[in-house]
């Protein structure tokens, strides 16, 4: 049999990898306590002290001795208790490795009594209970962590370092409970004063007003789930995944179904290596989820981990999808019936541009009797590419490209779950040359392609011949359309396209029918754009996951002409 400290001290080493996890267990045990206000002090990143303060429920005298001891704890009495985890902490043990590898002190009082008691514990030595001064809830002080097991006190790194992930810690907790008070002192400074908030105040607080500011709250519950929190839109992406908090049932998690289904959400919003940032709290029944597979407690099992991932993804897509309207700007929220016509009919009309008089009168704002749209009036366009709109906040920036793309794809996914994508004869077909793969691709997916809206035949040696097109795509380049259509069904077949590769292909479509840089459009043509973006799910972002539009207020062209100063 191994000598208790020292099962005590490979305890720790699971339990305790560095500062950041003392600082975790003490904070989750203040939270279980009831804590409405905690106070942590740092001394060298947390090496030296590490020091947690609450006003909880704080603990009897003659339990005291108890919660140093391995595998004691008021949280859980039973198996069935175990199994229906509703505290962050359970297992009765964190405090007990700790103790084993620092020297700890507790002094607490609980509510219901009038005096204090101070325990002491040095590398798993306990002294006795003294009596202590100090109002109700607990204190708990960790100092020279790993004092006696200097091997592993040589694996920390430098105080900066240490500190980096205490201060990771402390924000993850702080957000899933905004309305705990926390404050935060590292060597005699405080770095972090937080009072009780609402959410989306406490994430302006920890990660940024321009973060907070650009999302959308999410408020969704089925089949016995919720998800609650803040969802970044595309103007909220970040470099790095360094902005993305999920907690299920109140604890912080690193799960990789929860993070595939965010990435899902996101697929088509976001560019390149861009990252979503976001805060989610998902609440489930505890019998649906294992929290006992980690000895650090930051992982998690589901018992239906599908319907968890399909939950989580659509409540996301869902609240980053309604039009314009929800992005995070300053001006009326869409209402009332589409203005102007539908934007495929309008970019048909293919006119000159209008005289100055008729397009100053096209761009004139509304009587002060009606409500403006959000996306406001079309001024004008700039170099062929950009559309310069008045909107009740200021000036709206408009890549006309990139929003037709997301508006065209949209319409095609429509129509595909619909089963109703309409096609046009083309005037003069499409003949493209192929090579016998595509040509057999072609003759062997003709039901796909039909679903697609293209009729394609093979018409001689090497050659195909399209004759109908999506009517949406049918001004557009068909015969490079008909190749990345082939393309995808050869490399990942038709059912893959039709399913898991079907938004790929649609941004795809939708790119050789967009409308393109450098087309002159009048300003009906303009307008009916902007209209048609507002009724449009996801318009924020292309099918690349770029911005279509940026909203300057009248506040940020004050600052840039100095305005007031």
């Known amino acids: 049999m191994l000598p208790q400290l020292l099962v005590s001290q490979i305890a720790a080493g699971e339990v305790v990898e560095r500062p950041a996890s003392v600082l975790k267990e003490l904070l989750e045990n203040s939270l279980d306590a009831g804590a409405t206000s905690i106070a942590v002090t740092l001394d060298e990143g947390g090496v030296r002290r590490v020091q947690v303060e609450d006003d909880g429920e704080g603990i009897a005298r003659e339990d005291l001795p108890l919660s140093l001891a391995r595998h004691a704890t008021s949280k859980i009495s039973s198996l069935d208790d175990l199994e229906s985890v509703s505290t962050m902490g359970f297992r009765g043990e964190a ?36 009596p202590a001064a100090r109002a109700a809830g607990t204190t708990v002080t960790v100092a020279d962590l790993y004092f006696n097991t200097p091997a592993r006190r040589k694996f920390l790194k430098t105080e900066a370092t240490e500190f980096g992930h205490c201060d990771e810690v402390f924000r993850r907790i702080a957000l899933a409970r905004p309305g705990v008070a926390f404050s935060l002192r590292h060597n005699s400074r405080a770095t972090r004063q937080l009072r009780a908030h609402e959410l989306a105040e406490r994430a302006a607080a920890l990660l940024g007003t321009d973060i907070a500011q650009a999302c959308v709250p999410i408020q969704v519950g089925a089949g016995g789930m919720t998800l609650t929190g803040l969802a970044g839109t595309p103007q909220a992406a970040q470099p790095r995944a360094d902005a993305q908090y999920f907690f299920v049932n109140g604890r912080y998690v690193r799960d990789r179904v929860l993070a595939h289904a965010a990435r899902e959400a996101y697929a088509q919003l976001l560019h390149g290596e861009r990252q979503p940032a976001y805060v989610l709290f998902l609440r489930l029944d505890p019998r649906a989820v294992d929290v006992n597979v980690h000895p650090a407690k930051i992982e998690v099992r589901f018992r239906d981990s599908r319907a968890v991932h399909q939950f989580v993804r659509h409540a996301v897509e869902r609240a980053l999808s309604p039009s314009a309207a929800s992005a995070p700007v300053a001006y009326a929220t869409l209402s009332g019936p589409s203005h102007g016509p539908a934007i495929q009919a309008s970019f048909a009309l293919a006119q000159p541009a209008a005289s100055y008089q008729a397009f100053m009168a096209a761009a004139a704002p509304l009587p002060a009797s009606e409500q403006a749209p959000p996306l406001g009036f079309a001024l004008g366009q700039l170099h062929g590419i950009y559309i310069l709109a008045q909107n009740e906040a200021g000036l709206v920036l408009v ?59 093979v018409s001689g040696p090497n050659e195909l011949t399209v004759r109908a097109a999506p009517v949406l795509l049918a001004s557009g380049d068909i015969a490079a359309l008909a190749r990345n259509v082939l393309k995808e069904i050869r490399d990942y077949g038709a059912a893959a396209v039709l399913a898991g590769r079907q938004n790929e292909l649609l941004a795809t479509m939708a790119c050789h029918g967009a409308v393109r840089a450098n087309r002159a459009l009048t300003p009906p043509e303009m307008n009916a754009l902007l209209r048609e973006m507002e009724e449009t799910e996801r318009s924020g972002s292309c099918n690349h996951g770029r911005p279509t539009w940026y909203q300057l207020t009248m506040a940020d062209l004050d600052k840039l002409f100095l305005r007031g100063r």
């Open 399 to 457: 890549d006309m490209h990139a929003a037709h793309e997301r508006i065209l794809m949209e319409r095609l996914k429509k129509g595909i779950d619909d089963g109703t994508v309409a096609r046009q004869r083309l005037l003069v077909p499409a003949v493209l040359s192929v090579d016998a793969l595509d040509a057999a691709t072609a003759e062997e997916n003709q039901d796909t392609l039909e679903r697609l809206g293209l009729e394609m035949a």
């Open 95 to 130: 405090l007990a490795s700790i103790a084993a590898v620092a020297r700890v002190a507790i002094a607490s009082r609980a509510r219901s009594t009038a005096h204090g008691s101070l325990l002491r514990c040095e590398g798993g030595a306990l002294g006795e209970v003294e």
